[in-house]
């Protein structure tokens, strides 16, 4: 439990499965930045990743950094021990600053339960756990 | 070119069959399913020597425990079936999605008469300890890691489609007010009809005071707005509408089925939250039929958690878009006396998780005018019936009457 009243997330965290196609978004954070697949034809951004452009069909994507700024879409307080141990947590499902079609369901943190707020402006911080640094956001707090 | 020919209305539900229904019945799978069948196969006049077709969703060796019900190789050799047609699948438009294939195999001769059902044993399986899932994995040694879809939502603790719906009510409490006092009403009306059907498995009174006292599970989704998991199999008979004439009891016209998913099919990724793919399939649906949403007598709209009911009744057009709230607030319109009686059974949050097939069976039972004490006044002629959420939607209507 941190001073916010709530915790970071769940007590186990399930780790991804890391692969050719998802160890770029899943190491990212290593260097403190987050990315994403990008057309080098379109421009779009491209998540989850794909093999090629879903807008252009070009098979021309490669992970590029983004501002890591995003705002709450949504958000819920979970209160059920799926995962025994676990105290509140905050889910949140974050659409990034680049593109409207790229979200992400993440953990919000460092922003109490009763504070969070849909449209709320955040910022990515990473949690590393193994071989994985799992973006989570919070309030922004830089400018 | 004029418009192609709506097959899914050479289709009729000409028999339903229920198994017991219950907690922790302690009884087989594959005992509840033939139960349901041989039901179904006897309300429809038939001898499972006319049976030719079988399907269910979603087939063996889906989900955790006590989820998926037996196979329909399981089915077929039970009831030692001679098929011209079988199906058995999780990918489409929702749970109906057995019902609708049923209805296209006997629209184009594939079969005659086709048994399709679904079997759960949740119940059983919670007991066993058989949904502890994630939890014990974490107790023990070396928790395994997800590829896949699962990868984007697990390791945030987003493991259950509680959580995921909790965010599609608290993006409509966002963009249109929506309250925890309106949404009640869904649970609070589900209890209420409950009390008038003898197999439903929560039957006292339930006060607006109860439902805010219930323990969160993930906010603003308390424990009522979850439905009930329960053992039970329910079945149908999809036959030809020629076939129609025939039965002794009413048979079911099927006028349209509603199939279509135009957003991304994904709970983080899909245009608005607030509808998901019920919008597509309500409005493919609507595209199929002269009937208007003011001509539905009764709804029986799948609340495996009470938000989704709530999204099915605004992209159904049965209220204003975003109205659902205001709507069945105080409970009198969604009555079983009101304009749009719902979820007349309990729905599944009340008489229990048969997840979308105990909707179409209870659709069936009003048209038939065999509801009982929970008979809506007037017996409908139109019923409207959709299963599922999020990016998993299917919905259909039924007539009491051929088309």
Redesign the interface.
Known sequence: MSASGAARGPAVRVLPRLDDTNRFFWTSGEDGRLRFLRCSACHHYVHPPSPRCPYCLEASLAPEPVSGRGVVHSFTVNHQQWIPGSDDYVIGLVTMAEQDDVRLTTNLVDCGPDDVRIGMAVEVTFEQADDVWLPLFRPVTSQ | MSAPERLERRSIISGIGQSDVGRRLGRGELDLTVDACLSAVADAGLTRDDIDGLATFPGAGIGTGGFAGPSTPEVQDALRLKLNWHDGGLEGPGQLRAVFAACLAVAAGLARHVLVYRTVTESSAQGEGGRQ???A???GRG?????G?M??????????A??WL???A??RM?EYGLTREQMAWIALNGRRNAARNPKAIYRDPMSLEDYLAA???????CLYDCDAPCDGSTAVVVSRAEYAPDTPNPACHVNAIGTAIQG?PS???F?D?TTFSARDAAASMWARTELRPGDVDVAELYDGFSILTMVWLEELGLCGKGESGPFIEGGSRIALDGPVPLNTSGGQLSAGRLHGFGMLHEACVQLRGEGGDRQVPVTPEVAAVAAGGGPIAGCMLLTRGPS
């Open positions: 899932g994630i939890g994995m974490a107790g928790i395994p890691r997800f590829s879809v990868q984007w939502t697990l390791p945030y603790g987003a493991v259950s509680a959580n909790a965010m599609i608290q993006r966002f323990r969160m599970i993930s906010t603003p989704l991304r709970w983080d990724q245009d939250m």
